[in-house]
T-cell receptor, first 114, second 116 residues
Framework: DTGVSQDPRHKITKRGQNVTFRCDPISEHNRLYWYRQTLGQGPEFLTYFQNEAQLEKSRLLSDRFSAERPKGSFSTLEIQRTEQGDSAMYLC????????????FGSGTRLTVV | AQTVTQSQPEMSVQEAETVTLSCTYDTSENNYYLFWYKQPPSRQMILVIRQEAYKQQNATENRFSVNFQKAAKSFSLKISDSQLGDTAMYFCAFMKHSSNTGKLIFGQGTTLQVKP
C-alpha cells in the first residue's frame, strides 16, 4: 500500500492554457474521488468514479473540466482554457466500496493560474 | 441538502492540555456517517475518527474522542493531551448512509495551533 499519489504537486499556468493532473489510487480501491479546495476552505466534491465509470459529477465541474479513469486504474483531471478562478488545490482520494470507512487522500495538486 | 458548519475558524491550546472542536450539521437523513479529518501543513488529509449515526456510543481513538449528539445534530472532537504534531486544520465531514457515491460534505475547517 503506497498510498494515493498525485502528480504534479504544483502547477503554474497562464490563463487560457490547458492543464492535466494525474492521480494513482490505492490499487485495490474501487472508488476514486476528485475534490477542489480553495485556501482556508473545506474540500468540495467534483466527481466520482467507481472502477472506470464516472457515476457523479458536481455542478462545479463546468464544461471546461473533464475527468477519466481508463481501465479503472489511474485517473486524470483536465481543465481546458484555465481561468484565474480555477486556482485551487485539487485533491484525489480513493476508498474501498465501503466508503463509509473513510477515504485515503493524496497530497493534492496546487494549481495557480496567472 | 446537507450542510456542515464549523464555527471556530481558529483555535489554540497549550501542549498537554485538552481542546474541543465544534461541528454542527443539518440533514433530514436518519442514518449517516460523520468524520473528522486532519490536514497538517504538508496538506495530506488523514482520517482521525468516524462515527456511525445509528450507534449511540461515542467513538474513541486513543487521544481523540467525539461527543455525538444526534438530536442536536452536533459532532464535536475532543483532543486530550495535545501534542505539537496535532497542529493542523481539522475538517468535520458528513456522508449519507444511503449514498451510492460515498460523497463527503465538508465543513469550512478549524485551524488548531498547539503551543509548546
Amino acid at each position: 500500500d503506497t498510498g494515493v499519489s498525485q502528480d504534479p504537486r504544483h502547477k503554474i499556468t497562464k490563463r487560457g492554457q490547458n492543464v492535466t493532473f494525474r492521480c494513482d489510487p490505492i490499487s485495490e480501491h474501487n472508488r476514486l474521488y476528485w475534490y477542489r479546495q480553495t485556501l482556508g476552505q473545506g474540500p468540495e466534491f467534483l466527481t466520482y468514479f467507481q472502477n472506470e465509470a464516472q457515476l457523479e459529477k458536481s455542478r462545479l465541474l463546468s464544461d471546461r473540466f473533464s475527468a477519466e479513469r481508463p481501465k479503472g486504474s489511474f485517473s486524470t483531471l483536465e481543465i481546458q482554457r484555465t481561468e484565474q478562478g480555477d486556482s485551487a488545490m485539487y485533491l484525489c482520494a480513493s476508498s474501498r466500496l465501503e466508503a463509509h470507512y473513510g477515504y485515503t487522500f493524496g497530497s493534492g495538486t496546487r494549481l495557480t493560474v496567472v | 441538502a446537507q450542510t456542515v458548519t464549523q464555527s471556530q475558524p481558529e483555535m489554540s491550546v497549550q501542549e498537554a492540555e485538552t481542546v474541543t472542536l465544534s461541528c454542527t450539521y443539518d440533514t433530514s437523513e436518519n442514518n449517516y456517517y460523520l468524520f473528522w479529518y486532519k490536514q497538517p501543513p504538508s496538506r495530506q488529509m488523514i482520517l482521525v475518527i468516524r462515527q456511525e449515526a445509528y450507534k449511540q456510543q461515542n467513538a474513541t481513538e486513543n487521544r481523540f474522542s467525539v461527543n455525538f449528539q444526534k438530536a442536536a445534530k452536533s459532532f464535536s472532537l475532543k483532543i486530550s493531551d495535545s501534542q505539537l504534531g496535532d497542529t493542523a486544520m481539522y475538517f468535520c465531514a458528513f456522508m449519507k448512509h444511503s449514498s451510492n457515491t460515498g460523497k463527503l460534505i465538508f465543513g469550512q475547517g478549524t485551524t488548531l495551533q498547539v503551543k509548546p
